[in-house]
């Protein structure tokens, strides 16, 4: 009785915040079309209820296959993606005919398009949980999640530009009007690799050869896999021409190096690497130019948007007086101006939104994607084997650095990137890609959350079905937590 009561008041409690969160982007759908509409349709519940309906098909799957998951993590992400669509409905109405918004198709333009990818997505989130009934099982398969991930990094590089880029950045698959973006499925994959093999090389890579102002650093041969990276990451910066990337691949491998061995010393040479790469490829843009000519432009655009306010630094200048306008309220839900910045739906969302919410409005979003960021690596805490420890870690880092990456592109704090907002820009990718993420973060926590009891406890995964998964004579227990 005792499981089946926690397990219960989990999914109840996740099953009430879910309705609520439905409320709130309910009400900002009805606010939307009373503000930019002057009248509010009889359909404006339509998105609202898909949504609701699809993250309720999602909580049933999660309350049978994952009854002890943390029960806050789909209502976060509902929230965001839910207000997202709602959002991007609302770029539609401001874009459409004033006679033809009153009668604007669910399923058009961009809003319509996001919540078509927010049903496909969930449901792969619900598929994965269906397939993966115990996380460490995905661990026999690192070396091809691996090889997949970097596979899917590189395709856009070798690919001709004409199939590949979009303002600048060779990010993309373009095949007619058909769209995909392969480096967002990457991250699951590379953590996942990144994870096994730090598992196992842990012992090699805590050794310490010198201390140097209190801090012990690693032996010189253990650099080679940090280098490695270091170089995939630069040809990602040079030939994909996207800072973003080239980050978020090489801060996740060393901030899952870090938990694993506990070494501050990673943190600083993975820093110093990065560091020094893109002030290599920003020095070689200015002399030599060629590959690197587009990250020296970004760089001066972003040292200086108003050099050229009007061409090149057109897109941040037009960010920033969205932003500055909304001031710390806004102008209120459909009040605003969004279609003044150029790809509101994509790269810049969060301008966009900020004039209509202000500072305020923002701040509530960061905390939500704070929220999931805590929660997954509350799971990393809890769950009780060194490899769900790593990617939960992990995946919950990749998504709190993709946020940081791109609010701090459009709010000048680091030059502009190619990454999209998760769970809230346009683009089916990253959606279903970071819902997948999520999915992966319900299982680990699901496990972590499992009484130990019996056989569960001696293999570790918190009770979750399947055989032991062989980590090839890693230690039990490499993390202290």
């Known amino acids: 009785m005792p499981r089946i009561s926690a397990s ?72 965001i993606n839910g207000l997202g669509v709602g959002f991007l409905r609302r770029i539609d109405l401001a874009r459409a005919e004033s006679a ?10 961009d809003g319509g398009r996001q919540l078509a990818w927010t049903l496909l997505a969930v449901v792969m989130a619900a598929v994965l949980l269906v397939i993966v009934r115990d996380h460490r099982a995905v661990s026999r398969y690192a070396y091809t999640l691996g090889l997949a991930g970097i596979v899917l990094v590189m395709i856009p590089a070798v690919l001709p530009s ?31 690799f990144f994870a096994y093999y730090l ?11 010198r201390r140097f102002l209190g801090i012990d650093f690693p032996r010189g041969r253990d650099l080679g896999p940090v280098v490695a990276v270091w170089l995939l990451s630069l040809m990602v910066l040079v030939f994909e021409k996207d800072l973003g990337t080239a980050l978020l691949y090489f801060g996740m491998f060393v901030v899952i190096l870090y938990v694993a061995t506990e070494r501050v010393s990673w943190l600083i040479i993975g820093l110093l690497l990065f560091f020094g790469g893109a002030t290599l490829a920003y020095l070689l843009g200015a002399s030599v130019g ?10 001066a655009i972003w040292r200086d948007p108003f050099a050229d306010p009007y061409s090149a630094g057109y897109q941040p200048v037009q960010s ?51 929220l999931i960021v805590e929660r997954g690596l509350r799971a990393a805490i809890a769950v009780r084997d060194s490899f769900g420890k790593l ?55 699901d496990a972590a959350g499992r009484p130990v009891t019996g056989s569960a406890s001696s293999r570790g995964g918190g009770g979750s079905p399947g055989p032991p998964v062989q980590l090839h004579g890693a230690p039990t227990e490499v993390i202290r937590s």
Do not use: C
Not at 100 to 109: H, K, Q, Y
Not at 200 to 206: A, C
């Open 8 to 79: 219960s008041s989990r999914r109840n409690a996740e099953l009430a915040l879910l309705v609520f969160v439905m409320v709130i982007v309910g009400v900002y759908a009805w606010t939307v079309e009373a503000t930019a509409l002057d009248t509010v349709t009889s359909d404006f519940w339509v998105p609202v209820a898909l949504v609701f309906a699809v993250f309720l098909g999602l909580h049933l799957v999660i309350r049978f296959l994952a009854p002890y998951a943390d029960p806050a993590l789909v209502p976060a992400v509902a929230l």
């Open 290 to 299: 060629g590959p690197f000519a587009n990250f020296y432009d970004r760089v």
């Open 320 to 370: 920033l007086l969205g932003l500055g306008t909304g001031g710390l309220f806004g102008s209120g839900p459909g009040g605003g101006q969004p279609t003044k910045v150029p790809d509101v739906e994509d790269d810049f969302i969060f301008a966009g939104l900020g004039e209509e919410i202000g500072l305020f409005g923002l701040s509530a979003f960061l905390v939500g994607y704070l």
């Open 391 to 445: 990617v939960a870690g992990g995946l919950a880092f990749t998504l709190g650095l993709q946020v940081f990456v791109i609010v701090g592109g459009v709010t000048g704090l680091i030059p502009l990137t190619g990454q999209t907002t998760p769970f809230l820009s346009a683009g089916g990718s990253s959606l279903m890609a970071n819902w997948l993420i999520i999915a992966m973060l319900l299982r680990i926590s």
């Open 199 to 209: 598992v196992r090389k842990r012992e090699v890579l805590s050794l310490a050869s």
């Open 162 to 192: 004409r199939y590949s880029e979009i303002n600048g950045a060779k990010l993309w698959i373009l095949i007619g009007g058909f769209s995909i973006q392969p480096g967002e499925f990457a991250k699951l994959a590379l953590v996942s």
């Open 100 to 109: 033809e918004r009153a009668n604007l198709p669910i399923f058009s333009g």
